[in-house]
Nanobody, 125 residues
């Protein structure tokens, strides 16, 4: 069993920045690909970024160049640094754990085994 918890959401004006944190823990924790997804009202869940156990990162085209993803040395915590935010980034952001070792299928929600409850990010125009 792995527990995933996100934090760091909030409201910012367009052009602002936020940093989200995600920590995975539990007796079954192992170092795997961890990803971030987001879901806006009325839309399907969208892959945002992921980081492999070796530190290889992946980004969707909509956030590439604006978002970065890093992980703590313990591999249990990952950070999503979001800059130059726009209203289109408004969504609930979810962290996911258990996406394999190489993030080969990082953009597929079904590749992950444990999810957090989500944290709201709101960007005002």
């Amino acid at each position: 069993q792995v527990h995933v918890a996100e934090s760091g959401g909030g409201s910012v004006p367009a052009g602002g920045s936020l940093r989200l944190s995600c920590t995975a823990s539990g007796p079954d924790f192992e170092s795997t690909c961890m990803g971030w997804f987001r879901q806006a009202p009325g839309k399907s869940r969208e892959a945002v970024a992921a980081i492999s156990t070796g530190g290889i990162t992946e980004f969707s085209s909509s956030v590439k160049g604006r978002f970065s993803i890093t992980q703590a040395n313990t591999k249990q915590t990952v950070f999503l640094q979001m800059t130059n935010l726009t209203p289109e980034d408004t969504a609930v952001y979810f962290c996911a754990h258990g996406g394999g070792y190489s993030c080969a299928y990082w953009s597929f929600p079904g590749a992950y085994k444990a999810w957090g409850q989500g944290t709201q990010v709101t960007v005002s125009a």
